[in-house]
């Protein structure tokens, strides 16, 4: 969604031979806030492709245990990097029962729409500018979608997560 990296991408695959993309996948600033970009990776993907882009790295959380969905966003990567074209919705479904259990996926899978819900409500960007630890002025704003009201949901649905594990069939 960001018109200005779009349009700069496009331009250069006009005028280049070869277009090598770097991307980034965390939030540096923060790696442990939640980072609700799956579906925008799997989608700049796509879009690479379509112009002819010859190689994509995708910089992530390598020395970072514990940010968001980590596991995830590496698997799903490794998967959609060899082939954009594969359904990243399907993939994620597919990591998330395999990592997780059949019973806890579909409360991940809750997670992470918790927090895509709550971006596209607060009309949140997530670009490299927009890399920020919500509270300093130059963030004011860009971090609304981590509202205390989302964080206690997110919390809640671990919670239930966190119930299962006595689940003698989890």
């Not at 879009?47 to 390598?62: A, I, P, T």
């Not at 940010?67 to 995830?72: H, I, R, V």
């Not at 990591?95 to 992470?112: D, I, N, Q, R």
Request: aromatic content about 12%; some cysteine.
């Amino acid at each position: 969604e960001n018109a200005a990296a779009r349009a700069d991408i496009e331009g250069w695959s006009r005028i280049c031979r070869h277009v090598f993309v770097w991307d980034y996948s965390v939030n540096f600033p923060n790696y442990v806030s939640p980072w609700p970009n799956v579906r925008a990776m799997a989608a700049n993907l796509r879009f690479y492709q379509s112009l002819g882009v010859e190689g994509v790295y995708v910089e992530g959380d390598g020395t970072a245990p514990g940010s968001d969905m980590a596991e995830l966003k590496t698997w799903l990567l490794g998967k959609l990097l060899w082939d954009p074209a594969q359904d990243d919705v399907a993939l994620t479904q597919r990591f998330l029962a395999s990592f997780y259990g059949p019973k806890v996926a579909p409360l991940m899978a809750e997670y992470m729409q918790l927090f895509v819900d709550a971006a596209a409500k607060d009309n949140t960007t997530l670009g490299p500018e927009d890399n920020c630890i919500p509270g300093p002025a130059p963030c004011a704003g860009k971090m609304g979608y981590l509202s205390p009201a989302t964080m206690l949901e997110s919390l809640a649905i671990f919670q239930r997560a966190t119930n299962l594990q006595d689940d003698p069939e989890l």
